[in-house]
């Protein structure tokens, strides 16, 4: 699997300085009851997950001691059992134990959502469909759980409001029509990419006629959707223009969904309902 790009080291720096900042406020009282010696640390996977969230992990021990050092044995994106040791880590006392809990919280986090997104995008493989997130991320960290949706396999959504227009019923209803929607889209933002959603197969001809680079059915029965994927894909517009299906999509219904023949799956839980990962950060060395 190719591993996805992070996002920028700014953008990371800046999301651990402002977690570091709520959690360590003036100092920390408690790590300034140990002597600030050299000591070693182990991390370790108390279940099964795909790990991510490294370039987090690293950025915050380092923010309190830029001369730790730290030997992952995982690659970002690969899989970890129950048991596992992630990482070892070397570095001054006081610093590590500060740095803990803040690691901790990024790491298991995003690895939570990688593995939530490599569990739907196993669901569905030899479907042809893609599973997408969506902007239900927890507020402040939009590049982050994004960037681990990748890490599980996934494709990223809009990243927000700016980078694609999306047109949905309520500008549907004040344009007119479908066509006079996407038309007005075109016309005030044609460098855009454009995503259409609609409630009838009659307005899917209609978005279909007008162009568009996605179309969103959004809560269509499954005989609706596959009759939806029968006219997109049939003369003349020959599947020149991907379906997705949203709305209410759970791991145990997405295998039905992709085989009825959509192109992408956007499932709000990959960022919404976070379950994070068990892990811990355990000073001394790792277990033989």
Known sequence: MSRPAPPPADAVAADIAR?????????????????DVEDAAYLLCKQDAVICGRPWFD????????????????AEGDAATAGSVLATVAGRARALVTAERTALNFLQTLSGVATATAAYVRAVEG???????????????????????????????????????????????????????IGAARAQRPELPLIVEVETLAQLREAL?????????????????????RIARGAPYGGRIPLEVSGGIELDSVRAVAEDGVDCISVGALTKHVRAVDLSLKLGPPPA
Not at 59 to 74: F, K, S
Not at 209 to 229: K, N, W, Y
């Open 19 to 35: 977690a570091l900042a709520e959690d360590v406020g003036p100092g920390d009282a408690t790590a300034a009851l140990l002597p």
């Open 59 to 74: 950025a915050c021990l380092r923010a309190l001691d830029p001369q730790v050092r730290i030997e992952w044995r995982i």
């Open 127 to 181: 479907t042809g469909a893609r599973i997408l997130d969506t902007r239900k991320t927890l507020p402040g960290l939009r590049l982050a759980q994004k960037y681990a949706v990748r890490a599980g396999g996934g494709d990223n959504h809009r990243m927000g409001l700016f980078d694609a227009v999306m047109l949905k019923e309520n500008h549907v209803r004040m344009a007119g029509s479908v066509a006079a929607a």
């Open 209 to 229: 006629d007008a162009g568009c680079q996605r179309i969103l059915i959004d809560d269509f029965d499954a005989p609706t959707r596959r009759e939806a994927v």
